[in-house]
């Protein structure tokens, strides 16, 4: 079930009916249960891989917190059973591929051929989700919560399938006593999702033919119609995925429940930076949260920050899709970053005394069009395989 | 500052409100919304604006175009006046002549309007959905059209005929709309034409902006440009009728061979060099065949039920194959037994349900077609005569059981 189908309209609707009808904990009970019906919709053996996931991280959550006796090993183990079923059920083909490649190229045919698993629904999102709320309750920044609340922070129908991805100590405060909708939070919610409707209908779903009909066969387009189609593709993205975030938010909100915004004008930010900084922003503070500072931030001395940005772009990469192609474009904004990075350290050095955001609007113009293609190049890695990007992305730069 | 912490700070949350003037602003707004909705659909589809556009020739997308020529026909009909329609694929589409057959309406005397409603490609449910779709003129005659392609085991449910005219009152068989996600698609397209027909909006503002493009400079330029001459081919009928995709080197002279000698032995060689072809006969020979259980004939039973209830004239009219293709040849990609089942059971289900059944298998010769079905311009001569015959004697059976049933409440008076 899609966000934009007339099936989700109408779990939407029997939601909103519901949470009038029953206010408070009963309500929050039918909120599980409609959410655990979205989630089965089509391919109800999601929930044989989701459910043991739920209850093995309720009980782990009470052996995390701190003071408890061996709570880092089981935080350890927790994210590790995580971690390794999305590594199972997503990347295991690509993982395989990888070692039949390498070894390869070293020589040695590998008779090694990993199954390609139908992942179930949402598991990038859901194992987040998961990993966060383990992590915090491990830092004693919030309290383990039963099982029902724990189910619904995952489940949540609105943003199961494409986030926002939400955080446990901003959403379980709100299941604790969930009133009637308010005028407030219908007109609110139905004017967002009326938003992201039309980014993605009218937008994204008509540009999406077009741009997939370059990329399918870019032989047959000149340069120029190539740049188009990247840009179409660079709109399209946005539209698509801003759309289904809008959609999931104001669904949210209609129900009576705040969840994160995720985009806010990226393509209108001066450098690769404030981009990611309004891009997807609650899968990028995800990233900066769980794994780049963890691996040392930018307190490790200038090589080890971008060795770190760089792993922890190539993460994100290969978050979005088990390809190497994903992770190629994660690494090209590892790239951008660093070269980003190493211009402020080099113009703090040469003008000391000039503030950061002080530039000519004409310069910080230049900068937002120059930020702007370095993305648009990017989303050419992302569409398509590696050994069609480099071609198309060689005839665009005229270097072929 | 972390990401989210930027986010939460751009976006405060909005201070909550119960009171009843708020309520009150939140309701006026959607319902100002919802009058702007109903204010375009009435517009575009009550006034007419949007019928009234003319898409070009060359558009992109004939298939829905044809639809498209269908809604409006159905939409521009004079309430109360006689309708006749004609349901069925590619055999009733392209041999009954709309202009003509009224024109011969005119010259008769008869009253009303003749329609149309074949569509390339359709299947027996997607006919039974365009009779549905034209219940509402009251038609005083139905006729279907039927080939034995119509009743191919394999069909497509979601097809373009369904996407646009299907909605819950159309109950034309079991295999359409099994899905909720359709049941909810088509709830909403039965109230909601801007819905119904988003597709044709869609199509007009494409064109509309490619007309737009084309009146740039340096489009403009080059279509002012002076053309090299062009030497053009002399088009006979079959090359007009015939698709164009498949008018390619050998395969299209070997179905020119076929043309001229009407020896099985060469269309069964086009056959397999135009690949496609030749897989979707062989395909739709080879799968299994159960009339009797067939979606398709549940639907056709739907349809005769539907305009028999409403008092219609139904007429089952088994359109004209090609006798060559009852070599045994041929038999490949052509069952005679199938053919001679359908007849049967066409004839068996229109004596059920009170209808008029016409045998025209054996109508035409084999030089009067340009394939298994279709007639070439002598066939299609043969056919336009016939179709003026029916229509003809229908308005007389018609006028007669009008004249009688009068009578008859007369007397009973």
């Known amino acids: 079930m899609t966000l934009n ?285 769980y794994v780049y500072i963890p691996l040392g931030g930018n307190r490790r001395g200038e090589i080890r920050s971008n060795w770190n940005r760089f792993a922890a772009m190539a993460l994100c990469g290969l978050w979005h899709g088990s390809a190497f192609h994903f992770a190629v474009w994660g690494m090209y904004h590892g790239v951008l970053l660093n070269l980003y990075h190493a211009y402020t350290r080099l113009r703090a050095r040469l003008r000391p005394s000039q503030p950061q955001g002080s530039a000519h609007p004409a310069v910080r113009f230049a900068s937002g069009l120059l930020t702007f293609h370095a993305v648009v190049v990017g989303w050419v890695l992302f569409a398509v395989d590696l050994d069609e990007a480099l071609p198309i992305l060689g005839r665009m730069l005229l270097l072929t | 500052m972390d990401p989210l912490e930027a986010t939460a700070a751009s976006h405060p949350p909005t201070a909550r409100s119960s009171e009843p003037a708020a309520l009150r602003r939140v309701v006026w707004f959607w319902v100002k919304v919802v009058l702007c909705l109903v204010l375009i659909d009435v517009a575009l589809f009550d006034v007419g604006w949007f019928w009234r556009y003319e898409p070009p020739a060359d558009s992109r997308d004939k298939y829905f175009l044809d639809l498209w020529g269908i809604a409006r026909r159905l939409g521009s009909h004079p309430e109360g006046a006689p309708a006749a329609i004609a349901v069925g694929s590619s055999v009733v589409h392209m041999s009954a002549s709309e202009k003509g057959i009224q024109l011969d309406m005119r010259s008769r005397g008869q009253p009303g309007s003749f329609y149309n409603l074949g569509v390339d490609g359709i299947d027996a449910t997607g006919s039974g959905i365009m009779a549905h779709a034209a219940s509402d003129l009251d038609p005083w005659l139905v006729v279907y059209g039927a080939a034995l392609r119509d009743f191919a085991p394999e069909k497509d449910a979601t097809s373009a005929v369904a996407a646009v005219f299907a909605e819950p009152g159309a109950d034309i068989g079991p295999q359409a709309r099994v899905k909720l996600e359709e049941r909810l698609s088509a709830g909403v397209k039965r109230y909601w034409r801007l819905y119904r027909y988003r597709k044709f909006v869609r199509e007009a503002l494409l064109q509309e902006i490619d007309g737009l493009s084309a009146s740039f400079p340096a489009r403009a330029e080059a279509a002012r440009a002076p053309m090299a001459p062009m030497a053009l081919p002399r088009t006979t009928h079959p090359q007009r009728r015939f698709p164009a995709k498949f008018q390619k080197g050998e395969a299209f002279r070997e179905w020119q061979g076929w043309y001229e000698t009407r020896d099985f032995a060469r269309y069964e060689t086009y056959l397999r060099k135009a690949g496609k072809t030749l897989k979707v006969y062989k395909k739709q020979r080879a799968l299994p065949w159960d009339l009797a259980a067939s979606s398709e004939l549940a639907s056709l039973r739907r349809m005769m039920e539907l305009h028999r209830g409403r008092g219609a004239q139904v007429v089952l009219v088994y359109f004209p194959e090609n006798p060559v293709f009852r070599d045994p040849v041929a038999s490949t990609y052509f069952d005679p037994a199938r053919s001679d089942e359908l007849a049967a059971t066409l004839a068996g289900e229109a004596d059920r349900y009170g209808a008029r059944f016409i045998d025209l298998r054996r109508f035409l010769s084999p030089e009067d077609f340009y394939d298994m079905v279709h007639a070439n311009n002598a066939g299609l001569r043969k056919l336009d005569a016939f179709w003026k015959r029916l229509i003809a004697s229908e308005w007389q059976i018609h006028e007669r059981t009008a004249s009688s049933n009068a009578k008859s409440a007369g007397d009973a008076q």
């Not at chain 1, 089981?74 to 590790?80: D, E, P, R, Y």
Request: hydrophobic fraction near 50%; glycine fraction near 10%.
């Open chain 1, 5 to 289: 189908s007339w099936s989700y309209g109408l779990l939407l609707a029997v939601a909103l009916f519901a949470s009038w009808l029953v206010p408070g904990w009963a309500g929050t009970w039918v909120l599980l249960a409609l959410s655990i019906v979205f989630y089965a919709w089509g391919t109800p053996s999601d929930l044989l891989v989701l459910a043991p996931l739920l209850l093995a991280v309720h009980a782990i959550a009470r052996r995390v917190q701190p003071g408890q006796p061996h709570a880092r090993r089981w935080l350890g183990f927790g994210v590790t059973l995580l971690v390794g079923s999305l590594v199972y059920y997503k990347y295991l083909g690509l993982l395989a591929e990888g070692v039949v490649g390498g070894a390869h190229l070293l020589g040695f045919d590998l008779p090694l051929a990993a199954p390609r698993l139908q992942a179930p629904l949402g598991i990038s999102f859901f194992v987040f989700l998961l990993i966060h709320y383990l992590v915090e309750v491990g830092r004693g920044s919030v309290q383990p919560v039963g099982l029902r609340d724990e189910s619904l922070f995952v489940l949540f129908f609105p943003t199961v399938v494409s986030g926002p991805l939400k955080r446990i100590e901003a959403f379980e405060p709100q299941l604790r006593a969930p009133g009637r909708p308010i005028p407030d939070d219908l007109h609110e919610g139905l004017s967002r999702i009326v938003i992201g409707l039309a980014k993605k209908m009218v937008v994204a779903d008509q540009l999406a033919p077009l741009c997939a009909r370059v990329f399918a066969k870019p032989d047959r387009y000149e340069w120029v119609e190539l740049w188009l189609a990247s840009y179409g593709y660079a709109l399209q993205i946005y539209f698509d995925f801003s759309g289904y975030s809008d959609i999931a938010i104001g669904s949210a909100r209609l129900l009576g429940f705040r969840v994160p915004e995720n985009f806010d004008y990226p393509y209108f930010r001066t450098n690769i930076a404030q981009f990611w900084r309004h891009w997807h922003m609650t899968l990028t503070g995800w990233i900066l949260q």
